[in-house]
């Protein structure tokens, strides 16, 4: 049963970094979920699973068929308020014995936003747990700078999912929750908090879509980056590019329940 004290979760969300929320979707769109990654990974071939990233969702009806739910819209609002946007989406799908690892970072210490508002959603379309390589975060980091990509180390993307890592010595991992997670279940986390992820040798997919909202008064600063225009809305002045919402074609979408709504 779906249950939520707004208030307290925006309170929780302030003081640690991150929140979680339990059964926010229903099981059935967390299964539609899951059959999106296997789908698009027999489309993509040749793109991991941990890197299907926004260029390929902005426009997939599925997709945009998630970012409609009132119930994770209602979540977001309570946080940054009603004019919301989707910033960005991305994919982090760990295969079984070879998930690659996600570093320790700061979210924000890549993407093109002014100012830094920002606010990131993880849905579960599988269980996450610490056997497959849950997500993990430093509580309280939220409160610290966001370092700059030329103050992290560079990682072989080869064994990592991102190019950058914060140093292991400037972490404490005896600090680090585990944000451990059932299907259906969503987290919600700052972008200044440190997170990372260990790899998945488990038997078991870790699958998880990661949303990013932004209120439309956040200007994204590159020019070809695409938003979706979710609730509210757009800001004077401030020159975002939102896409249109998609139209679904058999031959290039996955059927979901409700599809018929995006022909």
Known sequence: MFKIICSDIKKEYDANGFVIIRNAIDLE???????????????????????????????????????????????????????????????????????????????????????????????????????????????????????????????????????????????????????????GDVSIHNPFIIHGSNANVSDQWRIGLTLRYIPTSAYVTREDWECVLLRGSAVEGIKNNYSQKPVFKNEEHMPFNGFELYK
């Open 29 to 183: 769109l967390a299964n539609e979920l899951e059959n999106h990654v296997h789908w698009l990974g027999e489309k993509y071939p040749d793109i991991r699973p941990e890197s299907l990233h926004h260029n390929l969702l902005v426009h997939d009806p599925f997709i945009h068929h998630i970012l409609n739910c009132d119930k994770l819209l209602n979540i977001i609002e309570h946080i940054i308020g009603p004019n919301i946007a989707l910033f960005g989406a991305h994919y982090i799908a760990k295969k079984p014995f070879k998930g690659k690892p996600v570093g320790w970072h700061q979210d924000g210490s890549y993407w093109p936003l002014e100012p830094m508002d920002v606010v990131s959603l993880w849905v579960a379309g599988t269980p996450s747990t610490v056997k497959n390589a849950c997500m993990r975060v430093i509580p309280g980091t939220q409160n610290k700078m966001l370092l700059k990509p030329s103050e992290m180390m560079k990682v072989d993307t080869e064994e990592y999912v991102l190019d950058l890592a914060i140093h292991p010595d400037e972490i404490d991992e005896s600090e680090a929750v585990d944000i451990e997670l059932n299907a």
